[in-house]
């Protein structure tokens, strides 16, 4: 089954993505209870789980797949872009924390 990141994003925004969402993100927060200072990248459709480490963390950003497209994220600010896996925008090491 194939996605896009506007069927992703309605999914999170459903009643069921909101409990998924929050499931998953629990189980995040027992591997990284403390995450200020760090900076995080996500690969594939992390923004929703980005979101809630975004105001601990010192850097985050968002690559999303080019086959989901574009989304912006958050609204006013340019923290997520399109990459291929192989080639991302980023020098080694950057990130303290992938997901």
Same mark, same amino acid.
């Not at 497209?69 to 958050?74: E, S």
């Not at 991302?88 to 997901?99: E, G, S």
């Given at each position: 089954?194939?996605?896009?990141?506007?069927?992703?994003?309605?999914?999170?925004?459903?009643?069921?993505?909101?409990?998924?969402?929050?499931?998953?993100?629990?189980?995040?927060?027992?591997? !990284? *209870?403390?995450?200020? =200072?760090?900076?995080? @990248?996500?690969?594939?459709? #992390?923004? /929703?789980?980005?979101?809630?480490?975004?105001?601990?963390?010192?850097?985050?950003?968002?690559?999303?797949?080019?086959?989901?497209?574009?989304?912006? !994220? *958050?609204?006013?600010? =340019?923290?997520?872009? @399109?990459?291929?896996?192989? #080639?991302? /925008?980023?020098?080694?090491?950057?990130?303290?924390?992938?997901?």
């Amino acid at each position: 089954m194939a996605h896009d990141s506007n069927g992703l994003s309605e999914f999170y925004a459903s009643d069921v993505g909101q409990v998924a969402r929050r499931v998953i993100q629990r189980r995040l927060r027992e591997f !990284w *209870p403390d995450l200020g =200072g760090t900076r995080m @990248l996500g690969y594939g459709f #992390a923004i /929703p789980y980005l979101r809630g480490f975004a105001g601990e963390a010192t850097h985050t950003a968002a690559i999303l797949p080019e086959q989901l497209g574009a989304i912006a !994220w *958050p609204a006013d600010q =340019g923290l997520s872009v @399109l990459a291929q896996e192989d #080639a991302l /925008p980023f020098p080694d090491a950057i990130f303290d924390r992938r997901l």
